[in-house]
Structure formats: structure tokens, C-alpha cells
């Protein structure tokens, strides 16, 4: 199993910045597909943000120009920025390796979820 490791999760205001980072603890992310995902409670995950092998991103309808995905290939690591956060972004949010379909993220690989990094956004 590739193991991921999010951080950078916080508490902000709405309209509040975060950057949240994955790291490839034992995976090179270099040529991947590493997708965000996120889930609020009593909500199924979703795809967030994907930078695909190819360096092209993907984003969800709900991202509305808000959040950007890129890479540090020196720090095996992915970010996301995430700008102009809502109440509804409140979530736990993972990293995984990933499949970009249509416009649809989806986790690539399989076995357990990391921790996750917790992000609350209050009004």
C-alpha cells in the first residue's frame, strides 16, 4: 500500500487561506497522479483536486477557481492551496494516488485511507 501523508489542516475564518501538503513517505509522486479528496461528516468523499502524470489539473465544480494543486518534485510533496474557504469546505481531507475520468476524480490505488488532515471553516 503507498502510504501518503496529508498535513497543514487548521481552524480559519471563512475567506481564509490554507495549504495543505502530501508527502510520499515511501512512493515517489513524480510522474503520479495525486489526488485530494475530502470528507465532511455524514457526507460520502469526493474529489477535490487532482495534478495528473502529465502535470494537467482537475478540479471540482465546487473548487470554483478557489483551491490549486501543485508540486515541489524536490520535497516529494503535492500542495493545495485553498483560498476564499467557505463553512462548507469544512472537512477531513486525504491525499491519494489518483485517476482522472471525464471530469470525475478518482482514487487509483487501494487499502486503508491515511489519517487525513482536518480542516474547519467558520462563519
Known amino acids: 500500500q503507498v502510504l501518503l501523508v496529508e498535513s497543514g489542516g487548521g481552524s480559519v475564518e471563512s475567506g481564509g487561506s490554507l495549504r495543505l501538503s502530501c508527502v510520499g513517505s515511501?512512493?515517489?509522486?513524480?510522474?503520479?497522479?495525486t489526488g485530494w479528496f475530502r470528507q465532511a461528516p455524514g457526507k460520502q468523499r469526493e474529489g477535490v483536486a487532482a495534478?495528473?502524470?502529465?502535470?494537467?489539473?482537475t478540479y471540482a465544480d465546487f473548487v470554483q477557481g478557489r483551491f490549486t494543486v501543485s508540486q515541489d518534485r524536490a520535497k516529494n510533496t503535492v500542495y493545495l492551496q485553498m483560498n476564499n474557504l467557505r463553512p462548507e469546505d469544512t472537512a477531513t481531507y486525504y491525499c491519494a494516488l489518483c485517476a482522472v475520468i471525464g471530469d470525475r476524480i478518482a482514487r487509483a490505488d487501494f487499502g486503508d485511507w491515511g489519517q487525513g488532515t482536518q480542516v474547519t471553516v467558520t462563519s
Open positions: 515511501d512512493y515517489s509522486l513524480d510522474g503520479a497522479c
Open positions: 495534478l495528473d502524470s502529465d502535470g494537467s489539473t
